[in-house]
């Protein structure tokens, strides 16, 4: 039996059980977090559109 056998036996196992034991089953296993973190947003304003007249765009939409 591999790792990817023995975890997808278990997550069978464990779909029919309430939220709440599922979860003290995993610390049982060792599993400190159920979720990640959520990561932190960037808030970084963009910048003021320029109006220069010397960019001229090479670009030709087909």
Excluded: F, H, N, Y
């Excluded at 196992?13 to 979860?23: I, K, M, T």
């Amino acid at each position: 039996m591999t790792s990817g056998d023995a975890i997808q036996r278990m997550a069978e196992a464990l779909a029919d059980v309430p939220e709440a034991d599922r979860a003290e089953a995993l610390r049982g296993l060792g599993v400190k977090e159920l979720e990640q973190p959520p990561r932190p947003e960037r808030r970084t304003p963009l910048p003021a559109p320029r109006r220069d007249s010397d960019i001229v765009s090479e670009v030709e939409w087909v």
